[in-house]
Nanobody, 125 residues
Framework: QLQLVESGGGLVQPGGSLRLSCAAS????????VGWFRQAPGKEREGVSC????????YYADSVKGRFTISRDDVKNTAYLHITSLKSEDTAVYYC??????????????????WGQGTQVTVSS
């Protein structure tokens, strides 16, 4: 069974940091790019970052540039999103996802076909 499992979310104060993990099972993550998305209540799902299957290229939404870092460890079959300088507007459920085969990189959720269940990040004092 192909599966992605996110972890690492939680309650953090403004200015704090978290590292989110996306563990893949049932397939080899090495062959795929990975995207991270988030969805706040009442808002559409937003692409925040993606990394190509080689790991050589990374992309970020303007809203998170300089604060979020995407990475991958193909030995562990896991991707990561390190989020820093958190703001209240970063509060959302964060998802990782795998794009369809013909997509090299994208921050458009419609280009992704395998999703995890999400992990909640809440930024509050």
């Amino acid at each position: 069974q192909l599966q992605l499992v996110e972890s690492g979310g939680g309650l953090v104060q403004p200015g704090g940091s978290l590292r989110l993990s996306c563990a893949a099972s049932g397939f080899t993550l090495h062959y795929y790019g990975v995207g991270w998305f988030r969805q706040a209540p009442g808002k559409e799902r937003e692409g925040v970052s993606c990394i190509t299957r080689s790991g050589g290229n990374t992309y970020y939404a303007d809203s998170v540039k300089g604060r979020f870092t995407i990475s991958r460890d193909d030995v562990k079959n896991t991707a990561y999103l390190h989020i820093t300088s958190l703001k209240s507007e970063d509060t959302a459920v964060y998802y990782c996802a795998i794009p369809t085969d013909d997509i090299t990189w994208s921050l458009d959720a419609s280009d992704y076909h395998l999703w995890g269940q999400g992990t909640q990040v809440t930024v509050s004092s």
